[in-house]
């Protein structure tokens, strides 16, 4: 397969969204492993987001909203939308965040309609992170600003912005505390979001006061975005190394999933400390890794490549122990994949799919036995529709037939009333006639009888 250009997810009902460089789009079922539907554009694909039954896919002028019905696809409506290069919906599914320039719109579901767009951002909008809440939502760019957008008047309550840094990831930990970022060439970042909240051992021994500016140490920074108008955020301490180019978080284990050009998975404790280092990493040999996603319903980590391949990772569901408070689940080792397969499946846990076999193998079955139940009354409407056709077609020919017949009647009646008016015209002109003829005979003899007596007047 072509290189992959984007990859989202749809965790409730297991799929995946692919766009590649050969303009080709693809959705799989990775309960399965198997690819459902594939289809070839004609103009070049930017990105794509998937939520339920909705797919959203972006070209370049138009952003083009997709129902999927079974096996089929279908476009229900569009956005215009230039340029589009990230696009995902919020938990909540209410809104999707549209990265298109330095510009982030939001388009609300309900109606697929433009709802706003939030400006700030100096250079180009590389990554969206929607809190778990929908409430929240941070936007990272070239211009190395960080920004915090609240959903209640679309506004922007917080910023953190350090020149030169290229961000490419950014993700909202579980509870909203902190925000992590990465790019080519700084290190993994955590930006405190200004939340307040309990919650002990926040931050780790490592973490020290020096963090902050000697003149900014007494100022309180910990206020609410009500208390500020932007609240300047500080970078509260970074990982190594650097190149740490897209991350996903699997934060019911204190994970964060990261990925470098080199092909590497790393996975990294949180809250990070001061120059802390992965506890688990992992050479993938798949080529530069472009998208990076997981499901943290079942632990996976989907991974998609520069070679065109699709990779999947699973934890261990093993308890901790108590000795080795620290020690992370390890990952499942390789899966043998046939030579032949599309996706390259890296580790699996077979009982969950196995379960996710049989309920797909149940819905598949029902969906099969009320298709066919559809098809059923489908053909027993279209016979009945068959033989009312059939009766009306027969009424109408049987209508026909006596329209026909009367005519028929009807001009034999005139022909024979028109010949029996001929014949008598004919009768009365010849009775006429010899009604003529006898008159001209006997005014002939009056004539004669006249004329003799005139000729022997003596006689008489």
């Not at 995902?88 to 510009?103: K, Q, T």
């Amino acid at each position: 397969m072509a290189p992959v250009i984007d990859m989202d997810i749809c965790r409730s009902r297991m799929l995946i969204i692919t766009i590649h460089q050969d303009q080709v789009v693809r959705i799989w079922t990775y309960a399965r492993l198997v690819c459902d539907w594939t289809h070839t554009f004609d103009e070049e694909v930017f990105s794509v987001s998937i939520r339920n039954y909705h797919v959203l896919i972006a070209f370049y002028r138009v952003i083009k909203i997709y129902f999927i019905t079974g096996e089929k696809v279908n476009q229900i409506n569009n956005v215009n939308v230039r340029n589009a290069r990230q696009m995902r919906f919020s938990p909540s599914g209410h809104l999707v965040a549209v990265a298109a320039g330095r510009d982030i719109i939001l388009v609300s579901v309900n109606g697929w309609k433009i709802i706003a767009t939030l400006k700030g951002h100096q250079g180009t909008v590389t990554s969206v992170a929607w809190s778990h809440d929908s409430i929240y939502l941070s936007t990272a760019g070239v211009d190395g600003g960080v920004h915090g957008w609240f959903m209640e008047g679309f506004i922007r309550y917080a910023e953190c912005v350090t020149i030169g840094s290229l961000y490419s990831s950014i993700v909202y930990d579980a509870n909203r505390k902190y925000v992590y970022g990465c790019g080519p060439n700084i290190p993994l970042r955590a930006v405190d979001t200004d939340k307040k909240y309990w919650f002990p051992q926040i931050l780790p021994d490592e973490v020290e006061d020096e963090g902050l500016p000697p003149e900014e140490e007494d100022e309180d920074v910990s206020g609410s975005c009500w208390e500020h108008n932007i609240f300047r955020a500080q970078t509260s301490y970074e990982a190594v190394p650097k190149g740490i180019t897209r991350i996903a978080g699997l934060f019911r284990h204190d994970l964060l999933c990261g990925t470098n050009d080199n092909g590497e998975l790393l996975l990294y404790f949180v809250p990070l400390s001061k120059a802390c280092k992965p506890v688990w990493e992992e050479k993938i040999n798949a080529g530069k890794v472009i998208c990076l996603t997981t499901d943290e319903n079942y632990d996976l980590i989907m991974i998609a490549s520069s070679q065109g391949s699709i990779m999947m990772f699973t934890l261990r569901k093993l308890p901790w122990s108590k000795d080795l408070p620290d020690r992370p689940p390890s990952p499942r080792g390789f899966l043998p994949v046939d030579e032949l397969s599309l996706v390259d499946v890296l580790a699996v846990d077979a009982e969950e799919l196995e379960e996710k076999k049989k309920h797909a193998q149940e819905f598949s079955s029902l969906i099969e036995k009320d298709h066919k139940d559809m098809l059923y009354r489908d053909h027993l409407r279209e016979q009945e529709f068959i033989i009312q056709m059939r009766e009306k077609e027969e009424l109408k020919a049987r209508k026909i037939s006596e329209y026909d017949l009367r005519l028929r009647l009807l001009e034999k009646r005139v022909l024979m009333t028109e010949s029996e008016k001929e014949v008598a015209i004919q009768g009365l002109l010849e009775s006429q006639e010899i009604k003529l003829k006898e008159m001209n005979d006997e005014c002939e003899k009056k004539v004669s009888s006249y004329s003799v007596l005139q000729v022997n007047p003596n006689q008489i």
